[in-house]
């Protein structure tokens, strides 16, 4: 599929990541002022973080209509985050301390306080402790596989989540690309979709997913609105 958007926007555009942020838990408003708080945390599937690189840029979209599942839509992509740290879900602390053994960690420390510095996150997805905080000289992939090796050595289930700062776009914009709950490449040619300094990696515990929302916590109003905000 071919992608359709202004020169500039392409120039923007052409090279990055695409990446659907789902509606159950958020509408753009609720998201970008998360990540304003907390940052971007994007739980992102092993193979699939391999093929990536610390530097580059993921642009965040919403489906045009989130009511509707197809194939072929449109993308509204109001922000977009560059990937520059790793948070892991599951490592055991004898897997934490063999993974710091394998990187090449400039500075480590347990994590004090509260929220995007430590401590207890609280996302409308779920909620979360920070654990431990590195410092590391590694590519993307070689922070991963190691994060893979140390995973089977102990039979772990682990997760891992990129991270980022967020940026807002001023004038978000639409293109022609299929809905996955995965990331999508951004090519001159179209979309390409695949399937499931220094860098920080941090240790989350205490994961609790939210099944659903509380009513209170849901909005109703509508995504045009606020793609229309400066």
């Not at 790793?86 to 602390?93: A, D, F, M, S, Y």
């Not at 401590?119 to 997805?125: E, L, M, Q, S």
């Not at 905080?133 to 994060?147: Q, S, W």
Request: glycine fraction near 10%.
């Amino acid at each position: 599929m071919t992608i359709a958007m202004t020169e500039t926007q392409g120039a923007m555009t052409q090279g990055h990541w695409l990446h659907y942020v789902g509606a159950k838990y958020y509408t753009p408003k609720t998201f970008k002022k998360e990540a304003k708080k907390y940052g971007v945390a994007r739980a992102t599937p092993i193979p699939i973080a391999k093929t990536m690189k610390f530097g580059e840029r993921v642009l965040l979209a919403f489906k045009k209509d989130p009511e509707e599942e197809c194939t072929e839509q449109k993308a509204w992509i109001f922000g977009y985050f560059t990937i520059s740290g790793v948070n892991i879900k599951g490592l055991t602390e004898e897997a934490n301390k063999e993974l710091m053994g394998k990187l090449r960690v400039i500075e480590y420390h347990e994590s004090k306080g509260d929220g995007g510095g430590g401590g207890t996150v609280d996302r409308r997805c779920g909620s979360y402790s920070i654990g431990s905080t590195a410092i590391i000289d590694n590519t993307l992939r070689e922070t991963v596989e190691a994060i893979e090796e140390v995973a089977k050595k102990y039979n772990l289930d682990v997760q891992i989540f990129l991270t980022g700062s967020f940026h807002e776009i001023e004038e978000p914009y639409e293109i022609f690309a299929p809905f996955t709950r995965g990331y999508m490449r951004l090519t001159e040619d179209g979309v390409e979709e695949l399937e499931d300094g220094g860098k920080v990696i941090k240790e989350i515990q205490n994961y609790q997913k939210r099944k659903h929302l509380p009513e209170r916590a849901k909005c109703t109003e509508s995504l045009i609105p606020f793609l229309a905000e400066e």
